[in-house]
């Protein structure tokens, strides 16, 4: 946990760069004078305050409200030639927002799980071979939160890697929130003690996504929020438990998806996977314990070992 003070830096700084980026007007720059009047003129930008409201309506909620998302992560490596297919993920999100007292300001609680499946299917796996080292592995289930957030005017604050918003675009009818997560920090692993699972000293996570949805929707003031898709891209240091060391190059993901209504929105083989491998994703009226999956499997690591000395 030492590395959390530098990531919080790193997050501060990425806030700032975030409110310089959204420094608009009230109509995008490439709009002409022929729309003024339209519906994308109406899309109000001119303050912080106006900014983080319109972003955050469209990550998550400016009411009080749950909301649900499903994500499908297809899992690359990549070592400076073509990437090489590795696995997919099926991610589910459960978020608790609600507004602050102050202007611009909302309130997050983050849920998040995932199992892997077998490459751009929806078939569980728990054990993998890699096709870099040949090695057969245990795959570790995907589990975080609850993590808190606070999005306001000048970024999103939170204990680890958050999203950071940058220019709201307005592109045909539909309104884009692109964001962007730079970070470095170090390593739980360092290379000395943990040859085999450390990527090097620094952890490098690089994490882009886009959240987009109609414009109407935006503009209509009876909505706290709107179904947006989402899509994203990471490339970050290779995970501990792939046991690739100090092997020249990174993990890709790109993933795609939604806010949806439920569990009821999977279908019937997705629902079973959530409920076989990532339950407390179900029950997080009961999901106290703050889980984060590097963690976690830091602390297994870290177990084992002392167990075998």
């Known amino acids: 946990m030492k590395h959390l003070p530098a990531r919080r830096k790193a997050i501060k700084q990425l806030g700032g760069l975030g409110v310089s980026a959204m420094a608009v007007g009230a109509v995008p720059a490439f709009a002409s004078s022929a729309e003024k009047?339209?519906?994308?003129?109406?899309?109000?930008?001119?303050?912080?305050?106006?900014?983080?409201?319109?972003?955050?309506?469209?990550m998550g909620s400016t009411g009080e409200e749950e909301k649900h998302t499903f994500l499908r992560f297809h899992i690359y490596g990549y070592m400076g030639e073509n990437v090489v297919p590795f696995f997919s993920m099926n991610n589910y999100v459960v978020q608790y927002w609600k507004p602050d007292s102050k202007p611009g300001h909302y309130h997050l609680k983050h849920y998040e799980t995932g199992y892997y499946t077998e490459f751009d299917t929806d078939k569980p796996i728990t054990q993998w071979t890699n096709p870099?080292?040949?090695?057969?592995?245990?795959?570790?289930?995907?589990?975080?939160?609850?993590?808190?957030?606070?999005?306001?005017?000048?970024?999103?604050?939170?204990?680890?890697?958050?999203?950071?918003?940058?220019?709201v675009n307005v592109i045909g009818d539909r309104v884009y929130v692109p964001t962007q997560s730079i970070e470095a920090f170090p390593n739980m692993f360092q290379p000395g003690e943990w040859p085999e699972y450390s990527?090097?000293?620094?952890?490098?996570?690089?994490?882009?996504?886009?959240?987009?949805?109609?414009?109407?929707?935006?503009?209509?003031?009876?909505?706290?929020?709107?179904?947006?898709?989402?899509?994203?891209?990471?490339?970050?240091?290779?995970?501990?438990?792939?046991?690739?060391?100090?092997?020249?190059?990174?993990?890709?993901?790109?993933?795609?998806?939604?806010?949806?209504?439920?569990?009821s929105d999977l279908s019937d083989d997705v629902y079973a996977g959530f409920k076989k491998y990532t339950p407390d994703i179900f029950d997080t009226a009961n999901w106290q314990d703050v889980r984060f999956d590097s963690i976690d499997f830091y602390n297994k690591a870290l177990a084992e070992k002392k167990a075998s000395s």
């Open 37 to 58: 009047g339209s519906l994308r003129a109406q899309l109000d930008l001119s303050t912080p305050e106006k900014r983080a409201e319109i972003t955050t309506k469209i």
């Open 132 to 167: 870099v080292s040949g090695e057969k592995i245990d795959l570790e289930t995907f589990i975080l939160g609850p993590i808190g957030r606070l999005y306001t005017p000048e970024g999103i604050i939170a204990p680890g890697i958050a999203p950071q918003p940058l220019r």
């Open 199 to 263: 990527s090097g000293e620094k952890v490098f996570w690089d994490s882009m996504s886009t959240y987009s949805a109609p414009l109407s929707e935006v503009l209509d003031p009876s909505r706290k929020s709107v179904k947006a898709e989402i899509h994203m891209q990471n490339l970050t240091s290779w995970q501990p438990f792939l046991r690739l060391g100090q092997l020249e190059g990174r993990s890709m993901a790109r993933a795609f998806g939604q806010h949806i209504n439920g569990f």
